[in-house]
C-alpha cells in the first residue's frame, strides 16, 4: 500500500511563505502522477496543483502565482512552495496522486494569522 508522509506546514503570518514536502513510499514514484490537496474547516478537500507525467503543471486559480510544485524522483519527494500566503490559505494540506487517490496520509497543517 502506498503510504503519503506530509510535512512542512505550521502557523505564518500573512505574507509569509512555507514549504511542503510529501514522500511517497513506492519503488514507481517516478511513473506517478501527482497532486496536492487541501482540506479548509468546513469545505470539501479540492485540488491546489496537479501535474502529470509529461505535462505542465496546473494550479487552482486561488493560488496561482503564489505557489510553485515540484518534484524530486530520486527522493521521492514532491514540495509545494508556497508564497505570499493569505488568511484563505488555511487548511490541512495532502499529497496524493492526481485524478484517482489513494488512501490519505495525516497530512500537514497549514495556518495563516496575524
Known amino acids: 500500500q502506498v503510504q503519503f508522509v506530509e510535512s512542512g506546514g505550521g502557523l505564518v503570518q500573512p505574507g509569509g511563505s512555507l514549504r511542503l514536502s510529501c514522500v511517497v513510499s513506492?519503488?514507481?514514484?517516478?511513473?506517478?502522477?501527482m497532486g496536492w490537496y487541501r482540506q479548509a474547516p468546513g469545505r470539501e478537500r479540492e485540488l491546489v496543483a496537479g501535474?502529470?507525467?509529461?505535462?505542465?503543471?496546473n494550479y487552482a486559480d486561488s493560488v496561482k502565482g503564489r505557489f510553485t510544485m515540484s518534484r524530486d524522483n530520486a527522493k521521492r519527494t514532491v514540495y509545494l512552495q508556497m508564497n505570499n500566503l493569505k488568511p484563505e490559505d488555511t487548511a490541512v494540506y495532502y499529497c496524493?496522486?492526481?485524478?484517482?487517490?489513494?488512501?490519505w496520509g495525516q497530512g500537514t497543517q497549514v495556518t495563516v494569522s496575524s
Open positions: 501535474k502529470a507525467i509529461g505535462s505542465s503543471t
Open positions: 513506492t519503488s514507481g514514484f517516478s511513473f506517478l502522477a
Open positions: 496524493n496522486r492526481l485524478g484517482s487517490t489513494w488512501d
